[in-house]
């Protein structure tokens, strides 16, 4: 009997490990987000709490075998449905190995005695506190280590961009801009945390930039800061300020100080900072946005002037005029002309899963899965009202803000759409009271969306993808 209780403590912990570090992964690893900001905290009670109360009243009926295997298979079907399951990085695997450690140890250690919570809460905590300790003497020597390839590369010149809503459409748009006269690199994908600065610098920044262009994200006061200190950029662009993750800052004025971090650095040459941070223009420091005129963005692409040009770009949506234009002011700041970006503007593409078009199967797909502000959504909304056909939209609704904003996108897809499709639960109940029940569908599990797009969809449709929160969202 005592070996198969061993074996259950065993494989309980393990299992709970798993729960503890799927979360973690989720929240980049930050416990405080795992636990107050989590949006489907009842997870927690469901698939940890439950089992752990379980697992302590029938060990001491020596019994927690049953708990464990029924544990197992509730972990496993919670799995199935995640479309991010657990990345076994070199962090998660430092961390398994140390659970495996403290598990053998506890097992020795508590031979003949019975099995209490210490036997498998502390085997958590202590891998926790170990990994914790580990990955911060880990990032400390990737931060000394980036520290020196900046070094060796004082000739770069670095951009910071900023923003609560379009950081990687603006990076984008510079690198590929500044691309017909320099040798840019821009962060890749959304890469914008600290962490995930170090690793690029480290892992993928060529020797031979000439223009490193990084993108800065923040979910709390002193994020920014903490990369524009480290890379210390020479021009700085901050994009529009929204109440994007306003569920961390609390309010508006919050974020705004959080972006305005960015000029933290002792290079700055030159600023542009959009009108709604609403900062007074200094010597090196503008405001961007009124300058903009005659915005005209139809399924066809945009067209927009400023300073007296006529700008015509193949990107959909009006909110990128701004984009695009402070990335002409940065080019132009970096000694390019006029007729250069033009040339360049010909050959830019839209940021991946940002209201790219595609046709397919006699239908117009609009992928604005990475799209996740109210601006860009309702902008979306704009674009498929100028089409004739049918008109799909796809989406989870806003996630990590209030309410009321999911209550404009919801009437206002009603007022464009012939079908709304809501994906998950998170914003259903909003949709529900304000979308007409007869064109409103609700997307259980997203394995199910090919099926759902053949039977809901036809050709000569336009659909929308606007937003797309993975599952445990």
């Given at each position: 009997m005592i070996q198969i209780e061993i074996l259950s403590n065993i494989l309980f912990v393990l299992a709970l490990g798993y729960y503890f570090m799927t979360n973690m992964q989720w929240y980049s690893y930050k416990l405080e987000r795992v636990i107050f900001h989590h949006t489907k905290s009842w997870w927690h009670i469901t698939y940890f709490i439950v089992p752990l109360l379980g697992y302590f009243f029938l060990s001491k009926l020596n019994l927690s075998i049953i708990v464990t295997v029924v544990y197992i298979g509730m972990l496993y079907k919670w799995r199935a449905k995640q479309d991010k399951p657990l990345v076994f990085t070199g962090r998660v695997k430092r961390f398994f190995a140390s659970l495996v450690f403290f598990i053998a140890l506890t097992v020795m250690l508590t031979t003949g005695m019975e099995y209490g919570s210490y036997a498998v809460l502390i085997p958590i905590l202590l891998s926790y506190l170990i990994s914790m300790m580990m990955e911060a003497m880990l990032?400390?020597?990737?931060?000394?280590?980036?520290?020196?390839?900046?070094?060796?590369?004082?000739?770069?010149?670095?951009?910071?961009?900023?923003?609560?809503?379009?950081?990687?459409?603006?990076?984008?748009?510079?690198?590929?801009?500044?691309?017909?006269?320099?040798?840019?690199?821009?962060?890749?994908?959304?890469?914008?945390?600290?962490?995930?600065?170090?690793?690029?610098?480290?892992?993928?920044?060529?020797?031979?930039?000439?223009?490193?262009?990084?993108?800065?994200?923040?979910?709390?006061?002193?994020?920014?800061?903490?990369?524009?200190?480290?890379v210390n950029p020479h021009l700085v662009v901050v994009g529009k300020i929204g109440p994007a993750h306003i569920e961390y800052f609390g309010n508006l004025e919050n974020i705004r100080n959080t972006k305005m971090e960015i000029l933290s650095s002792d290079r700055l040459q030159e600023a542009w900072v959009h009108d709604s941070a609403m900062v007074k223009p200094e010597k090196i420091v503008h405001s961007f946005g009124k300058e903009i005129s005659n915005i005209r963005a139809t399924l066809d692409g945009l067209d927009f002037e400023m300073d007296g040009e006529e700008y015509h770009v193949n990107i959909l949506g009006s909110f990128n005029a701004m984009n695009i234009a402070v990335s002409i002011k940065v080019a132009k700041a970096l000694g390019m002309d006029d007729e250069t970006i033009k040339k360049q503007l010909e050959t830019l593409k839209p940021t991946a899963h940002r209201l790219q078009r595609m046709d397919a199967g006699g239908k117009v797909i609009i992928d604005d899965s990475f799209n996740g502000n109210i601006d860009g959504m309702l902008e979306g909304f704009n674009l498929a009202s100028t089409y004739e056909g049918r008109k799909v939209l796809i989406t989870p609704g806003l996630v990590e803000v209030d309410d009321e904003f999911n209550v404009q996108v919801a009437q206002r897809a009603n007022e464009v759409f012939d079908l709304v499709v809501v994906t998950g639960d998170l914003n259903y109940r909003i949709f529900r009271d304000h979308v007409d029940e007869s064109k409103l569908v609700k997307l259980e599990s997203k394995d199910k969306m090919q099926e759902m797009l053949v039977e809901e969809t036809r050709a000569g449709d336009l659909i929308l993808f606007a937003n797309d929160a993975p599952s445990f969202i």
């Open positions: 990032f400390r020597g990737f931060q000394v280590k980036a520290e020196k390839k900046l070094e060796s590369m004082e000739n770069m010149t670095v951009v910071g961009i900023t923003a609560s809503y379009g950081k990687t459409s603006i990076k984008n748009y510079i690198a590929h801009i500044l691309s017909a006269k320099y040798k840019a690199y821009p962060t890749p994908r959304s890469v914008n945390t600290f962490g995930g600065v170090l690793k690029d610098i480290n892992d993928d920044l060529p020797t031979d930039t000439e223009v490193y262009v990084v993108e800065m994200g923040a979910r709390g006061k002193g994020d920014i800061k903490e990369i524009s200190e480290f």
